[in-house]
């Protein structure tokens, strides 16, 4: 069973960025997909972007396309999310969490980190 734990989150102005990054324990990380949901207070966790076990796709919610990038370095068992250009609408909770299947549903993923809050001000 894999375990998660976010950190990279933080304060920061509208239009900044902020690279947040998971490290996942056990050896088969790279047989999980790994994913980025959020969830901003009072609303339903959501997904954010996603990407496949080699590394080799990914998929993003349309809010974040061409700010958000997802990627995985396998050797260091880390998926990271690199968020540019931010707004104060991306303000939430933001958890890495993986499956061994595919897809956007947050009923798919197995595991989950604690999560890492960021906060963008205007």
């Known amino acids: 069973q894999v375990q998660l734990v976010e950190s990279g989150g933080g304060l920061v102005q509208a239009g900044g960025s902020l690279r947040l990054s998971c490290a996942a324990s056990?050896?088969?990380?790279?047989?999980?997909?790994m994913a980025w949901f959020r969830q901003a207070p009072g609303k339903e966790r959501e997904f954010v972007a996603a990407i496949t076990g080699s590394g080799g796709y990914a998929n993003y919610v349309d809010s974040v396309k061409g700010r958000f990038t997802i990627s995985r370095d396998n050797a260091k068992n880390t998926v990271y999310l690199q968020m540019n250009s931010l707004k104060p609408e991306d303000t939430a909770v933001y958890y890495c969490?993986?499956?061994?299947?595919?897809?956007?549903?947050?009923?798919?993923?197995?595991?989950w980190g604690q999560g890492t809050q960021v906060t963008v001000s205007s």
């Open positions: 056990g050896r088969t990380f790279s047989s999980y997909a």
């Open positions: 969490t993986g499956t061994t299947g595919w897809g956007r549903s947050v009923s798919l993923y197995q595991v």
